[in-house]
């Protein structure tokens, strides 16, 4: 297996364009009068706007139709499933190839970078309502933004000591730079958005405050809740508590925030999961120096990780089993030392020997009664929600991850959106 270089880890995988390469890919748009990208945008950014102005010689209003529409256009530039959206709906697809609309909005918002372009501004005047925000993630952002640009004042509540949730502490920076979260985060701030970090919402400390103290202590008018999932999921297998034995959400947020695991160089890493979650933490543990193999229960045709990510970790050299799924793990001395699978078929099986083994096979949701008390759930112990994200409890409301059991972060952008405008709803039906 090829060696790694020194610092591949926190290196961009892919480059984006540059003005003349972004200038020739406008170049091939048809300026489609019904524009069935920006059709195909769950969060609204429009591409068939910001390609005509990029097409047009105009990067500041390509910026500006990007950051107005979505809070998070830069992150979205890099992780959203372009190839099933907006790409997978542009006309050219019957002609030759769509239109490379991720790297295009990943280049307009290089440029607003470059230029310190500031695009969206505090407003003036408020309306007299307080809004809090539980969590730092996609959902909570694009809700606080929303919110925000109505003269709405928004205070976050995160328990970590950075904004962005799974992007800062669930994605390999291979993948997504923390530079380009920071900078979409500066935006949300740039509106005025309060962030109160270090605060659990619902956490096991003695007067921790739940989301009915936010109502009727704090003096907020409406609660948001955007908490994502952080609670691992597992096979249920013998020796998973086995030392080295790791949760993906652990695996990846230590790697985000202790400089990674440089003791992973040169060791076994058995993968389990077929998710982009798995090929996050695969490509990371191989980006340190470890020998990495993915196993997964189904076929590569049936796993639900982009197809781009699936080829940028075979192209690291990851090697990738399908149609097994664990049977157990077993150790000396504790700690593991094979990782024993069974076949889909029922008969065949595989003893692989590992340092270290990470379960990526789906987040669940932490207890979210600790949260707030009463609210209705699904059978996933999500939270249910009505139109608008309006939860049983009255004042308040959730969107992202916490509701739909994991999706993507422009879907998570796309729910916050529309919560933002039921909660604006709700408090100017005289919720005062």
């Known amino acids: 297996m090829s060696k790694i270089k020194t610092g591949a880890y926190t290196a961009e995988a892919e480059r984006g364009f540059d003005h003349r390469t972004a200038m020739e890919e406008a170049a091939r748009c048809l300026l489609c009068h019904d524009a069935p990208c920006s059709a195909g945008c769950p969060a609204g950014t429009d591409p068939g706007k910001f390609i005509r102005s990029i097409r047009f010689r105009n990067p500041k209003g390509a910026a500006e139709t990007i950051r107005e529409n979505n809070v998070l256009g830069g992150t979205c530039a890099r992780v959203c499933p372009f190839d099933r959206l907006c790409e997978e709906a542009c006309s050219r697809c019957g002609i030759d190839r769509p239109i490379e609309i991720g790297k295009l909005q990943r280049y307009a918002v290089e440029q607003e970078k470059a230029f310190r372009m500031k695009i969206l501004k505090k407003p003036r005047s408020n309306n007299g309502f307080r809004v809090a925000c539980v969590g730092a993630g996609p959902a909570s952002l694009a809700c606080a933004a929303e919110l925000a640009k109505a003269g709405t004042k928004v205070t976050i509540y995160e328990r970590e000591q950075k904004a962005g949730g799974v992007l800062t502490y669930g994605i390999t920076p291979a993948r997504l730079p923390q530079k380009v979260v920071d900078w979409d985060i500066k935006s949300v701030e740039g509106l005025g958005v309060e962030f109160v970090f270090g605060a659990e919402i619902g956490g096991a400390k003695k007067g921790a405050l739940t989301a009915e103290d936010l109502l009727a202590k704090e003096g907020f008018h409406a ?11 597992t096979a249920g297998v013998p020796g998973e508590d086995l030392k080295n034995v790791l949760r993906a959400v652990d695996f990846l947020k230590q790697a985000r925030t202790r400089g990674g695991f440089p003791q992973m160089q040169g060791k076994k890493v058995v993968v389990i999961g077929g998710g982009d979650v798995a ?5 990371t543990a191989r980006l340190q120096g470890a020998d990495v193999q993915i196993w997964y229960r189904r076929t590569i045709g049936e796993a ?14 990851i090697g990738l089993t399908q149609n097994f799924a664990p049977k157990a793990f077993t150790g000396k001395g504790g700690k593991v030392e094979y990782a024993v699978f069974q076949g ?5 099986e595989a003893k692989v020997a590992c340092d270290y083994a990470i379960f990526a096979i789906g987040q669940q949701a932490e207890d979210i009664g600790a949260v707030v008390s009463g609210a ?8 249910a929600i009505r139109g608008g994200g309006r939860t049983s409890v009255k004042g308040v409301f959730a969107a992202g991850d916490i509701t739909n059991g994991g999706s993507t972060v422009v879907e998570a952008v796309k729910e916050g959106k529309e919560a933002a405008q039921a909660i604006l709803r709700y408090l100017n039906k005289g919720v005062k």
């Open 344 to 348: 889909r078929d029922g008969k065949s």
């Open 279 to 283: 090929m996050d933490c695969a490509t």
């Open 304 to 317: 639900p990780a982009n197809m781009d990510e699936i080829r940028y970790a075979l192209d690291l050299g």
């Open 223 to 233: 609660v948001f809740l955007g908490v994502g999932l952080w609670k691992s999921g």
């Open 376 to 383: 209705a759930t699904t059978g996933k112990g999500c939270v």
